[in-house]
């Protein structure tokens, strides 16, 4: 089995193909470029240069958030277009998720974080070799993130690491540094970052156990409002109580 893999979601664009012995290939633009212009001749580029064609795929993996409003769009309609086109099926794959992959082998706690603004993060915590889940994707404030961090490390049996990666990291290591000194660990900078590998072996697992969806109901995951909706609220709230003061 052939799985596509796309991730748009965070920095970076990055698309792979995992086939059932080995990673075919992998492309990664990490520039700040237009993720909506450059995504497909990547994945044009990196199937030419893995002799393959998008006819050989046998399922479509997308990051589907959280993440960029925009990014997490321009993945997940990528994916679709293709699964329509040549009639194939889609895994969804939470990008927290495939984030935490990227250091699967880790002993300790992987915290995967993405910038949120406004001092919050978009995060999910997990532990143990193999990435096992902890916590549902949430987005919660870096402070409160550090409470129950610094909860979960008090009371287990030994005192375990704590992993730090993505495009939050930058924002918060101070924090991080200051909360948890030693047992704060920042992951290598290739590691960081979203890689598609990560998706498509996500993907491939899902493909495996039967947990794919049609293009039709493949959908972005957002954790809150984009800053258009929360001010079109915020517009509407104001024009209802202003409404009830005037009667």
């Known amino acids: 089995m052939n799985i596509l893999a796309i991730d748009t979601c965070c920095s970076a664009a990055t698309a792979a193909v995992l086939t059932d012995d080995r990673l075919a290939a992998e492309i990664v633009q990490n520039n700040k470029k237009t993720h909506s212009q450059n995504i497909m001749p990547m994945i044009d580029f990196m199937m030419s240069q893995a002799e393959m064609s998008i006819g050989d795929i046998d399922c479509f ?3 589907v958030g959280p993440g960029s409003f ?23 794959v939470s990008a927290l998720h495939a984030m935490a992959y990227n250091v699967a082998d880790f002993g300790g706690i992987i915290c995967p974080i993405f910038d949120a603004r406004r001092g919050q993060v978009y995060n999910a915590l997990f532990g143990g070799r193999g990435a096992e ?3 549902p994707d ?10 129950e961090l610094d909860e ?26 200051e909360r948890f000194g030693k047992r ?16 498509a072996e996500i993907g491939y697992e899902k493909l495996l156990l039967g947990d ?7 959908k972005p ?8 909706e929360r001010e079109k609220a915020e517009r509407e709230k104001l024009n209802r109580e202003s409404n009830i003061n005037e009667k």
């Open 184 to 199: 704060a660990v920042f992951a290598k900078r290739s590691l960081r970052m979203n890689l598609a590998a990560s998706v």
């Open 133 to 135: 889940r902890l916590t």
């Open 70 to 92: 925009t990014g997490v769009r321009i993945g997940v309609a990528t994916a679709k277009a293709l699964a329509h086109a040549f009639g194939k099926p889609c895994a969804a």
């Open 152 to 177: 979960r490390v008090r009371f287990a049996e030994s005192s375990p690491e704590i992993i730090f990666l993505g495009d939050g990291l930058p924002v918060f290591a101070d924090m991080f540094n």
């Open 61 to 63: 993996a997308a990051a």
């Open 138 to 147: 949430r987005a919660i404030s870096a402070k409160e993130l550090c409470d």
């Open 212 to 218: 794919v969806c049609g293009y039709a109901e493949l």
């Open 221 to 228: 995951m957002y954790l809150r409002l984009s800053q258009a």
